[in-house]
């Protein structure tokens, strides 16, 4: 899978109607920190790699959080409302983010797997 890059691109759900969903990949430790924070929603999705939690403090609207583990697999989905904060969850390599009902519309839920396609200059890595 290679090491990822702060940059975009899209995911899609493998099985389901593979309908690329825009992607905002969040690599480095600042873009990881900055999040999804101080915005008022988000087209698409935000992929933090590495992570194993997140937080909703300081947010302005509730989002879905999936845990995925190493190979892109969804281990679990939450909805997280702003000023909250998630446990880690063991084995959880990346952490995908989206407005709050979103992900349910992609089909992503426990069990299924995510195909990350990067934009050529959008940062390193493909699974």
Known sequence: MG???DGAGTFTVEGGEERPVPLEIAASSRARTRGLLGRD???GAMLLSPASS????GMRFAIDVAYL???LGVMAVRRMPPGRLGLPRLRARH???AEAGAMEGWGVRPGARVRVRVRVG???GQA
């Open 3 to 5: 090491q990822w890059a």
């Open 41 to 43: 929603g988000i087209t």
């Open 54 to 57: 997140v937080h909703t403090f």
């Open 69 to 71: 583990d190493r190979e």
């Open 95 to 97: 952490v995908l983010e």
């Open 122 to 124: 959008g940062g390193t």
